[in-house]
């Protein structure tokens, strides 16, 4: 009803989830926008207006939007070496990568864990680069304290399918700095707002996708080859508009909303780890939008994540590659390797923790892992390092 009358009805719910947002995360200002992609360029786009230098480091690992927000923006996405215990950045490498032409250092909380922004910051500082902290898989997360997504100069967070709360697609950037918010706002103003068309397209989607997200029926729109669910695909073309009156009208009631769901999330995830003795970066009760597990091998990562497929579990391999294999990137920077983006992405496999998987789900999801040997950590070319 709330999203009828968001079709329906003129009055603007946008301005009250952005200031509701604002006062509980503590910003000084926060807007919604088509996409966490959107969020991504909107932010790169502003601090590109300040400063003359071009450069993004992004982590080799990460989700295949974030280049394309880099690119979109105009920018040169540089990708850094991950550790692959914590896919944060890998210390040494970054240190190597930021240099006088960066603009700014993309700190993501992949799958909900937290970057380690009081380690990147010091690296940024003599080059007076900015930190914007992709929190697109954390929003409604602490750590130590701090919301993530608010612990950068600029941070973006995504309101899409599968993520803790939804309104079918969305974004939300949020800042502390009086100066990046005036910046944000230039370029958020000139935003053109979704036809009444386009939100009828965005109910109807919201609609099925709230049917279709449970893991007993997830067969039905992973067997659709045009939705290409499960894929990750490089956004060739990346919407910038606000966020529609519909979408906004979703997010009524968001706060309690998303704290329930990430305290589902932390359940689901400490029931899967206790009971399948995997170890995780940030322990067993943390609200991980997904659960990360390693195979001892890619071949049977693949079988498993065939047979997880095959019988509607939501499993997924994440991303397939570092960024750099991307042929659009690879075009902007030439041939790069990266050896542990790239282990993580052979050997990596995620699992759902959302408040869809049921007891019965859940016992699936462990006799499908237990039939494999399974690892807490990968071997790199560092010491081995356990915890994932």
């Known amino acids: 009803m709330g999203a009828a009358a968001g079709i329906l009805f003129t009055k603007d719910a946008t301005s009250q989830i952005e200031e509701e947002m604002r006062d509980a995360f503590g910003v000084e200002r926060a807007w919604l926008v088509s996409s966490g992609t959107a969020a991504l360029t909107l932010s790169l786009m502003a601090l590109k207006g300040h400063r003359p230098q071009t450069d993004v480091v992004i982590p080799a690992y990460t989700c295949f939007s974030v280049p394309a927000a880099v690119m979109r923006a105009g920018l040169r996405p540089v990708p850094c070496d991950i550790d692959p215990a914590t896919f944060d950045y890998e210390e040494d490498q970054l240190a190597r990568t930021i240099g006088p032409n960066t603009l700014c250092v993309v700190a993501h909380n992949l799958f909900g864990i937290p970057a380690n922004i009081e380690r990147i910051r010091p690296l940024c500082r003599p080059y007076d680069c900015a930190i914007v902290e992709d929190a697109a898989q954390a929003m409604g997360v602490k750590s130590d304290g701090e919301w993530l997504g608010t612990r950068g100069d600029v941070g973006i967070f995504s309101l899409g399918r599968g993520k803790p709360i939804t309104s079918g697609s969305g974004g939300v950037i949020v800042t502390k700095s009086p100066r990046l918010a005036a910046a944000i706002e230039e370029q958020c103003a000139r935003l053109p707002t979704p036809s009444r068309v386009q939100m009828i397209k965005d109910w109807l989607k919201v609609a099925l996708m709230a049917v279709f997200v449970r ?3 997830f067969w039905v729109p992973s067997a659709v080859p045009w939705l290409r669910l499960g894929e990750t695909v490089f956004p060739k073309h990346i919407s910038l508009r606000r966020l529609s009156r519909m979408q906004a009208a979703l997010l009524r009631g968001w706060r309690p909303q998303i704290d329930r769901a990430n305290r589902q999330r932390a359940g689901t995830a400490m029931d899967l780890a206790r009971r399948g003795g995997f170890e ?6 943390h609200p991980y939008l997904r659960m ?4 001892a091998n890619p071949a049977e990562r693949n079988r498993r994540l065939a047979d997880a497929q095959a019988r509607g579990l939501g499993f997924s391999r994440a991303y397939p590659g570092p960024v750099s294999e991307i042929p659009e990137v690879e075009a902007v920077i030439g041939p790069r390797q990266f050896a542990n983006a790239l282990l993580v992405a052979t050997h990596l ?22 039939q494999s040997e399974w690892r807490p950590g990968l071997q790199t070319r560092r010491a081995w390092r356990p915890g994932l």
């Open 349 to 370: 496999l995620t699992v759902p923790t959302h408040h869809w998987v049921s007891p019965k789900d859940a016992d699936a999801i462990l006799a499908c892992l237990s």
């Open 292 to 295: 990360p597990v390693f195979a």
């Open 280 to 285: 995780l970066p940030c322990g067993p009760s």
């Open 215 to 217: 893991p007993s029926l």
